[in-house]
């Protein structure tokens, strides 16, 4: 089992950055892939970053390209979300995630352990 626990949330107005972490904790390895995913209010849940083991590998979502950065410091056991030019629309509960898989996990199922959300708003 793998807890998993974000940090960093708050209000910042639009054209600000935050830095989300993600802290694991118990059976830790580097040996999964991880991803950060947010919800807004009546929307489905959507994955934004990944990385894969090493975080060598990265994806990004049309919506945060160029504006957000995923990093991974396996030493640390924490992931981090660097996000900058935050825009209203940014505003969310955003999920760290885990997948037993080594490479980059693209669909929510493939993610097997989440931490508990940390909220995200920015004001306009």
């Known amino acids: 089992q793998v807890q998993l626990v974000e940090s960093g949330g708050g209000l910042v107005q639009a054209g600000g950055s935050l830095r989300l972490s993600c802290a694991a904790s118990?059976?830790?390895?580097?040996?999964?892939?991880m991803g950060w995913f947010r919800q807004a209010p009546g929307k489905e849940r959507e994955l934004i970053a990944a990385c894969n083991w090493s975080g060598r590998i990265t994806y990004y979502a049309d919506s945060v390209k160029g504006r957000f950065t995923i990093s991974r410091d396996n030493a640390k056991n924490t992931m981090y979300l660097q996000m900058n030019s935050l825009k209203p629309e940014d505003t969310a509960v955003y999920y760290c995630?885990?997948?037993?898989?080594?490479?980059?996990?693209?669909?929510?199922?493939?993610?097997?352990?989440w931490g508990q959300g940390t909220q995200v708003t920015v004001s306009s």
């Open positions: 118990g059976r830790t390895s580097s040996s999964y892939a």
């Open positions: 995630a885990a997948t037993q898989r080594l490479d980059i996990a693209a669909m929510r199922p493939e993610y097997d352990y």
